[in-house]
Nanobody
């Protein structure tokens, strides 16, 4: 069974950091595109960044460039989203989506077929 599970969310203050994990089971993340998305209450799901594990190429939304970094740990079959300088507007449920691909990843949710259940990130003082 192909499954991805997000973890690492929590309640933090503005300016703090968090690292989210997207762990895969039932398949390896080699030559996959993994996208990180978030959805705040009353808003549409928004792509924040993605990685193509075949070449390690990453793409980020303008709203998070310089603050969020995506990385892939082959040995742990996990993709991470490192978030620094968090802001209140980063508050959302964060999801990872995966799809096998040799093409560069995109921030289009429709590209990804396997999703996790999400992890809540709340940034508040």
């Amino acid at each position: 069974q192909l499954q991805v599970v997000e973890s690492g969310g929590g309640l933090v203050q503005p300016g703090w950091s968090l690292r989210l994990s997207c762990a895969a089971s039932g398949f390896t993340l080699d030559y996959y595109n993994i996208g990180w998305f978030r959805q705040a209450p009353g808003k549409e799901r928004e792509g924040v960044g993605c990685i193509s594990t075949g070449g390690g190429i990453t793409t980020y939304a303008d709203s998070v460039k310089g603050r969020f970094t995506i990385s892939h740990d082959n040995g742990k079959n996990t993709v991470y989203l490192q978030m620094i300088s968090l802001k209140a507007e980063d508050t959302a449920i964060y999801y990872c989506g995966t799809e096998p691909s040799f093409a560069p990843c995109t921030l289009a949710a429709a590209e990804y077929k396997t999703w996790g259940q999400g992890t809540q990130v709340t940034v508040s003082s």
